[in-house]
């Protein structure tokens, strides 16, 4: 922008800045946690799979009951464990929404302050711009009259 240019609003347009990157930041940070989650609920779906896959292999061979007992008391666990994951996942997903409007609204607000700044600017521009001219006329009709 221009030499002599004061944008009155210009704290209101830093501090919107800052909370527009504070909610990116807090989006990404969300995301994160929302893979890990996804991780976190995939790797005990594949550790569940792993156990009933051996369970099944092992029955056709034969096996102890106390065996399957034990078997079938950690599937239940995983299963709670797994619940309980997808009810986070759940939570996640809507916290990520959340920022990610939170994060557009901020983004908005900035957007707004920055349009006012230049239709400041334009009219700053403007205002410049005929008090040049005025002052070359100024300086061409002087002349004339002083020849």
């Known amino acids: 922008m221009s030499e002599g240019f004061n944008f009155r609003l210009q704290s209101v347009l830093d501090y919107r800045e800052h909370i527009k990157k504070q909610k990116a930041e807090e989006l990404a940070e969300y995301r994160r946690q929302l893979e890990q989650e996804k991780n976190a609920l995939s790797g005990l779906v594949n550790v569940k799979t792993n156990i009933i896959n051996e369970m099944d292999s092992k029955c056709s061979e034969g096996i102890q009951a106390g065996y399957l007992v034990e078997c079938n008391k950690y599937i239940e666990q995983l299963n709670r464990f797994i619940d309980r994951h997808k009810e986070n996942l759940s939570d996640m997903e809507k916290k990520v929404d959340e920022c990610c409007q939170n ?17 400041h600017y334009k009219k700053f521009a403007y205002h410049l711009s005929t008090e040049q001219e005025k002052e070359v006329e100024d300086l061409v009709n002087n002349r004339k009259t002083s020849s």
């Open 103 to 119: 994060a557009v609204e901020a983004s908005r607000n900035k957007e707004t302050i920055e349009k006012l700044k230049v239709r």
